[in-house]
């Protein structure tokens, strides 16, 4: 997302157009937009700055009339799917979509990982796409597959 442009360009550029200068020709001068000017202008005379307005803002919470229920659900079945949670909610009349969900399950510290960590198997490779192209278990005959 772009910047703004400087409170001092500005200042200046309302000044020129305060002074008598025509939008084009203070546009053209600073190498800004003739929008800009008239916007910055239009500004200065309603508020006396020329300042940006602040950008952005802050989101509403999408699982706030839902939370409580989330929360509940997920203590009584810890392992219940997003995707079911989602749609217990909407049938509550929340409508809140998976991504939300999920953040607000990563926001709460509910989220783990539902195929824990398993070490490797000594005896090497399971997979063939485990297998690299002139290893000591791969042989000329297989062509990239694991054989009996």
């Not at 998976?98 to 824990?116: D, I, M, Q, T």
């Not at 198997?121 to 192209?133: C, E, I, Y």
């Amino acid at each position: 997302m772009a910047r703004p442009l400087s409170n001092d360009l500005r200042e200046r550029v309302v000044a020129r157009v305060a002074a008598g200068e025509t939008v084009r020709s203070v546009a053209m001068l600073f190498s800004v937009s003739v929008s800009s000017v008239v916007k910055w202008s239009q500004r200065w005379r309603a508020t006396g700055s020329a300042a940006a307005r602040p950008m952005g803002g802050k989101r509403r919470d999408a699982m706030a009339p839902g939370r409580d229920f989330a929360l509940a659900r997920l203590a009584e079945q810890p392992s219940l799917p997003l995707r079911q949670l989602q749609a217990e909610l909407a049938a509550r009349g929340i409508r809140v979509s998976y991504g939300a969900l999920w953040n607000f399950v990563h926001a709460e510290g509910l989220s783990f990982k539902k195929r824990p960590f398993s070490r490797p198997r000594p005896n090497g490779p399971t997979s063939p796409a485990a297998v690299r192209a002139g290893d000591a278990t791969s042989t000329g005959s297989t062509r990239g597959a694991l054989s009996s």
